[in-house]
């Protein structure tokens, strides 16, 4: 499937669009749609428009939504939702399901829209995106989302995601990487209750569980952003030393144990090494069979010095 290029939004399907000037519902140049125009503004009825299955935003501030519906009983609908044409008597949602919500609950039956000719579902989840990033409605979590089924539905690459949203690749790569911690800890940041940073730190701990102690001490103790890297980092440093020691001890048995049968090889007979516990260095133990194996081990010693 060929990519689209619609990292500008709206704007680079409608040309003539001024994002500067917000069109008002009851402005006389918005006319109701006829049923066969693209690319325009247009006035069309609520009842006719099919939600967005590839809506990014999944959660709903009803505060917010209350405080959207008495603005648009007050001031109408300054900002169009945008929709694209399934026949002459339907549409399907691209972006505005909270202007759609609101404008419900205030009893409108119109509401304006952008029309777009979007062709493919591509199409549509990249312009729900852009429009939701534009406008700051999707809290991390949302967007990361939406980034992660961006690549897995649509293949694409962390840098090409960049550059349809106007971000840097490695903010890209960061936000997804939210999707690897605890959905508690994932739900925490979509409330607002700790902050990107926070998680940022969180994601650095080895595992889950630990993730999730350390989550728990930032909300008990209202933890900032540095005092919670500090407290990552004192966690994760003994696991660290101690997986380092472990790999030291590893390295020096298999040490210990080519040296033992390298000696062993070249004395013919069975040596021990023995490491001491409390301090550096050790015994070797050499065994003999006879008077005349020790005799044999003294003159290879002695072959040895020479």
Known sequence: MS?????????????????????????????VDTGNEVNTIAKIEISRIDRNPLQPRIKFDPVALTELKNSILEKGVIQPITVRRKSNERYELISGERRIRASIEAGLRLIPAYIIDVASNEEMLELAIIENIQREYLDPIEMAQAFQ???????????EIAKKVSKDRTTVTNLIRLLKLPEKI?????????????????????????????????IKKGLSVRETEKLVHSVSQPKKQKK??????????????NVTSRIREILSTKVQIEKSKDREGGRIYIEFYSDEDLNRLFELFETIQK
């Open 3 to 31: 990519k689209v290029a619609l990292g500008k939004g709206l704007k680079a399907l409608i040309p003539s669009l001024d994002e500067e000037k917000p069109v008002e519902i009851n402005s006389e140049n918005i006319k």
């Open 149 to 159: 089924r961006l690549a897995d539905e649509y293949h694409y690459t962390h840098e």
């Open 186 to 218: 994932q739900e925490s940041i979509s409330k607002n209750e700790i902050s990107i940073g926070h998680a940022r730190a969180l994601i650095n701990l080895p595992d889950l569980q630990t993730q999730l102690e350390v989550y728990n001490r930032i």
């Open 244 to 257: 380092k020691n472990e790999q030291l001890k590893y390295t020096l048995d298999l040490s210990y144990d």
